[in-house]
């Protein structure tokens, strides 16, 4: 069987981070998904990708929600609309780390259900043991990591925003976690 059409296809429906200018907030219920991924200490994600869950995307008729990434590892999807997204892929150069999830329960688990005018900390991560990529799209055992926290990123995120519309959102749940501490 040859792979090369799905791999071709698969490889232009995809679209990373970074392109074009940062949005504003478009409407109150817009939000905004945000977190860390570290690849083994030297590299970080030149992209990461979201899908929304039921959703189907086809290049540029239908693009999945892009998102920003810096050199740190800090990554965040702005404007998003209220629904489930999971995170659906990974770049770091030309390599493509693809979230796969073996059973209903796992995709359940990684399932984010934003709600309007939220501002949700996905995690950080580090990717290890990854293998030497086949057709740019690596395996990869990902964990959970103890830092950047949320209220690092978001503090960081807080003055990349600042002129964005998002820092008063961003100030509000920085607020709301150290009330809750």
Same mark, same amino acid.
């Given at each position: 069987?040859?792979?090369?059409?799905?791999?071709?296809?698969?490889?232009?429906?995809?679209?990373?981070?970074?392109?074009?200018?940062?949005?504003?907030?478009?409407? @109150?219920?817009?939000?905004?998904?945000?977190?860390?991924?570290?690849?083994? !200490? &030297?590299? #970080? +994600?030149?992209?990461?990708? /979201?899908?929304?869950?039921?959703?189907?995307?086809?290049?540029?008729?239908?693009?999945? @929600?892009?998102?920003?990434?810096?050199?740190?590892?800090?990554?965040?999807? !702005? &404007?998003? #609309? +209220?629904?489930?997204?999971? /995170?659906?892929?990974?770049?770091?150069?030309?390599?493509?780390?693809?979230?796969?999830?073996?059973?209903?329960?796992?995709?359940?688990?990684?399932?984010?259900?934003?709600?309007?005018?939220?501002?949700?900390?996905?995690?950080?991560?580090?990717?290890?043991?990854?293998?030497?990529?086949?057709?740019?799209?690596?395996?990869?055992?990902?964990?959970?990591?103890?830092?950047?926290?949320?209220?690092?990123?978001?503090?960081?995120?807080?003055?990349?925003?600042?002129?964005?519309?998002?820092?008063?959102?961003?100030?509000?749940?920085?607020?709301?976690?150290?009330?809750?501490?």
């Amino acid at each position: 069987m040859n792979s090369r059409p799905l791999v071709a296809l698969l490889l232009l429906i995809a679209a990373g981070c970074g392109g074009g200018s940062i949005r504003p907030p478009s409407s @109150p219920e817009s939000g905004m998904i945000f977190g860390n991924i570290v690849i083994d !200490e &030297d590299y #970080v +994600p030149t992209g990461v990708a /979201l899908a929304e869950y039921g959703k189907v995307y086809v290049g540029p008729f239908n693009p999945n @929600p892009s998102g920003w990434c810096a050199k740190n590892g800090n990554f965040f999807f !702005e &404007d998003l #609309v +209220p629904g489930k997204y999971w /995170l659906w892929y990974i770049t770091s150069g030309r390599t493509r780390y693809w979230a796969r999830h073996k059973t209903q329960e796992d995709l359940d688990a990684a399932i984010v259900d934003l709600k309007p005018g939220e501002i949700h900390f996905l995690g950080s991560y580090k990717i290890t043991d990854n293998t030497i990529p086949i057709f740019n799209c690596g395996d990869v055992t990902v964990r959970a990591a103890m830092k950047p926290t949320e209220v690092e990123i978001l503090q960081q995120l807080s003055d990349v925003l600042k002129d964005k519309g998002w820092k008063e959102r961003i100030d509000a749940r920085l607020k709301e976690l150290k009330d809750s501490r």
